[in-house]
Structures are given as structure tokens and as C-alpha cells.
């Protein structure tokens, strides 16, 4: 199964991913994720794409563009993969069309996370991350059984560093201006799955799992 995932910051792509890497056996390509763990090691792209995520911006396409085709090349993704914040605009969603033509794949499915406006500020200042196994949590939706610490792997978790107020209204601003051109774009491919975000994290799985059916 060859999935992407999309929608605006905090719509909770990130976990349910991790629910639908574990359901479909394929590995979860988040460019959000690989960009972290450049900044974390100081690679020279972590060190170019940590100006424009602090700020809230996106990372130059031809940068991120080059990740996701030498990522997709890997021999893991020939059987399936979920793309998880690609593209985020409409230069990138045709990039991948081309990456994918030349490495004979085909998308089955551009999933749609449908979120209100009104939740997603709540979503994003309260989220927390598993330092170890990415599993997305909720101060105020999804608690840990413990505070700090993830139920699954027990390793500590953390806020990521753009989950601000600050940055917050720029990413949105990016998001509307920039990534939502691209629903259309999948729509016109025939490919588009809208899903209802504004449900309980499992209720969101369920409804993917069913439509991708
Ligand atoms: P995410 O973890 O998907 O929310 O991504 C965190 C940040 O990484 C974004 O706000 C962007 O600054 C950057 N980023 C992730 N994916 C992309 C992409 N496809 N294009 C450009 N920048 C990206």
C-alpha cells in the first residue's frame, strides 16, 4: 500500500501514522521527522532546515525534494510506504508525481485530514512527543499514564520546538496559503480520501482504514 497523509499542523498526522505504519506493515516517511534527526546529528541539512522549522517556514524544495526521492528509492518503500508532511505544496506534489513514475509506483491513496480551525491551536501547544518511539500524545486529549513518559516504550517525552504560540500562526498561514492547493491537485488524480480529524484519534484510524479499503 503507497499512502501520503496530509492536512494542517496538529491535525494529527503524526499519530496516526504510527497506528497505520503497524496496520499496513509499511514504513512511515515523515520529512518533519528526518529533518529533526539532521538538526539532532548537525548534518549540513539539518543545520539549513533548522533556520526556516524554527520560524515556521518550509524547507527549500529542492532540498526536501532530494530527501523523499533517496528515501523512496530504498528497497523498503517498493512494497508500501506512508508519506507523512509531503508535499506540502503543489511544486512538491508534482515532484513526487514524477519521483514515483520513475521508480514505477503507484499512489493509492492521498489521505485528507479534515480538522477545525478552532482545535488545532489546542492540538499543537499541548502536544507531546515519545523521544524514542515518535508516538504522538495530548495534555488535554491523550494523556500519558504517567506524566513525562511514553506508555508504549517508556522513554521520556518531549515538545518540539516550533509547538508555539509564536510559531504556530505562521504555520497555519503557510499551511493555507501553500499546502492546501495541493487537496485539489489529488482530487483531480482521482486519489483523494477526506477523513473527519475533529474525532477521537482511534475513531480517525478506524475511518482511514475503511475508506482505503
Ligand atoms: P512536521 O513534523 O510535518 O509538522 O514538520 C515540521 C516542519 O518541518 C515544518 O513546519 C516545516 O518547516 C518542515 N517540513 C516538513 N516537511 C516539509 C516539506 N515537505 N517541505 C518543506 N518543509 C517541511
Redesign the pocket.
Given at each position: 500500500m503507497h499512502l501520503l497523509i496530509m492536512g494542517a499542523?496538529g491535525c494529527g498526522?503524526?499519530t496516526c501514522a504510527v497506528e497505520l505504519k503497524s496496520f499496513y506493515g509499511i514504513p512511515h516517511i515523515?520529512?518533519?521527522?528526518i529533518?529533526r534527526k539532521a538538526i539532532s546529528e548537525k548534518t549540513k541539512t539539518g543545520l539549513i532546515?533548522q533556520r526556516?522549522?524554527d520560524q515556521?517556514?518550509?524547507?527549500p524544495?529542492e532540498v526536501?525534494n532530494e530527501i523523499v526521492k533517496e528515501r523512496l528509492s530504498e528497497d523498503d518503500c517498493q512494497k508500501g510506504f506512508l508519506l507523512?508532511?509531503?508535499?506540502?505544496n503543489l511544486a512538491?506534489a508534482k515532484a513526487l508525481t514524477k519521483i514515483l513514475e520513475d521508480l514505477d509506483i503507484k499512489l493509492d491513496a492521498a489521505i485528507n485530514l479534515d480538522v477545525k480551525d478552532e482545535i488545532i491551536e489546542k492540538r499543537i501547544v499541548n502536544r507531546r512527543i515519545c523521544e524514542n518511539c515518535g508516538r504522538g500524545y495530548n495534555l488535554i486529549y491523550l494523556k500519558p499514564k504517567q506524566e513525562g513518559i511514553c506508555d508504549v516504550c517508556g522513554a521520556k517525552l518531549y515538545q518540539r520546538k516550533?509547538d508555539t504560540l509564536e510559531t504556530i500562526d505562521k504555520?497555519l498561514v503557510v499551511y493555507n496559503t501553500q499546502t492546501k492547493p495541493i487537496i485539489t491537485y489529488y482530487k483531480e488524480l482521482g486519489i483523494l480520501i477526506n477523513i473527519n480529524a475533529n474525532q477521537e484519534p482511534h475513531k480517525v484510524v478506524e475511518e482511514i482504514i475503511n475508506k482505503v479499503k
Open positions: 499542523p498526522k503524526g515523515s520529512t518533519g521527522e529533518f532546515a526556516y522549522i515556521g517556514f518550509l524547507v524544495d526536501t507523512d508532511g509531503f508535499p506540502r512538491q516550533d504555520r
